[in-house]
């Protein structure tokens, strides 16, 4: 995959994965004690959408009016959903738009950020040289958030286990390496290993040719409780047809969140023939 988040920031993706973060987030504020998250491809924090249309050499269609634009006004989703919307409002109006179409997109580290308490703390890597530099700037000055100008699966290692000894880690690379697959499932098994009862959240495509089987079955071979959801948008598409959050120890009663959140996008999303689901890969 080429794939450059500014491009494709507020999409079908992101909303599922964003929607899901927010209540991952939620569900481990339910203790008072603090916790780390964790981002080992943070990206920029935030993005543009004015700007998603400049492709490299020529215009190009942006994504978001499928994604977030399909969701901007709907006032029929479940609790969950809303929660989500509400927070990208919330940004895109403290960035100073006031059209009623959206502009403003927060990214994983500036959503973990808009709704986290004072006893949390962000970890967030980035290894692209300028969009690290835009990441600091997104964060000057904030406290209890770390950057660090590094490959993120140096995270891991890094990171865990925490002083707070509550984790949650996003693994969210942008699948362009030939080893991408089995770096994500090496950097799973390790930090597993390192901190068993941290929260693990990893983002993947479904495209015809991604190892996505391979991920869940390294997923279901490890000694936690494990869960998979996945919408499809395009199921005959040539391309990236849909993609998946696969979270190993989920917060309690997280897949009935998770569920409503993947049902609704399907049908809610102004895609054809879209299909949410949410599987157990391992419930040990």
Wanted: aromatic share 10%; net charge neutral.
């Amino acid at each position: 995959m080429n794939y450059r988040h500014a491009f494709h920031a507020g999409n079908y993706a992101d909303v599922l994965k964003h929607a899901l973060l927010v209540q991952l987030v939620r569900a481990l504020q339910k203790k008072e004690r603090g916790f780390v998250f964790v981002d080992t491809h943070a990206g920029r924090g935030g993005y543009d959408l004015s700007l998603a249309a400049e492709g490299q050499t020529r215009p190009r269609e942006p994504e978001w009016p499928r994604g977030i634009g399909g969701l901007w006004d709907r006032q029929d989703a479940p609790p969950a959903v809303l929660d989500y919307i509400g927070i990208v409002r919330a940004y895109d109006r403290s960035r100073g738009n006031l059209t009623p179409a959206p502009r403003f997109y927060p990214g994983s580290p500036r959503i973990a950020r808009l709704i986290g308490r004072p006893q949390d703390r962000l970890e967030l890597w980035e290894s692209q040289q300028a969009e690290c530099a835009a990441l600091r700037s997104s964060f000057e000055g904030e406290r209890r958030v770390s950057i660090h100008e590094a490959d993120g699966y140096g995270a891991i290692k890094a990171c865990l286990p925490p002083a707070e000894r509550r984790a949650l880690v996003l693994i969210d690379p942008p699948y362009e390496e030939q080893g991408e697959w089995a770096a994500v499932s090496e950097a799973l098994g390790e930090g597993l290993r390192r901190f068993a009862g941290g929260t693990f959240a990893v983002w993947y495509p479904l495209t015809a040719r991604a190892r996505a089987t391979g991920l869940i079955d390294s997923l279901g071979a490890f000694d936690a409780p494990s869960l998979a959801v996945e919408l499809v948008v395009d199921p005959y598409g040539e391309g990236m047809r849909g993609c998946g959050v696969a979270v190993a120890n989920p917060p309690w009663r997280f897949d009935g969140e998770a569920r409503s959140i993947v049902d609704y996008l399907a049908a809610a999303l102004p895609w054809s023939g879209s299909e949410g689901s949410l599987r157990w890969i391992s419930s040990k």
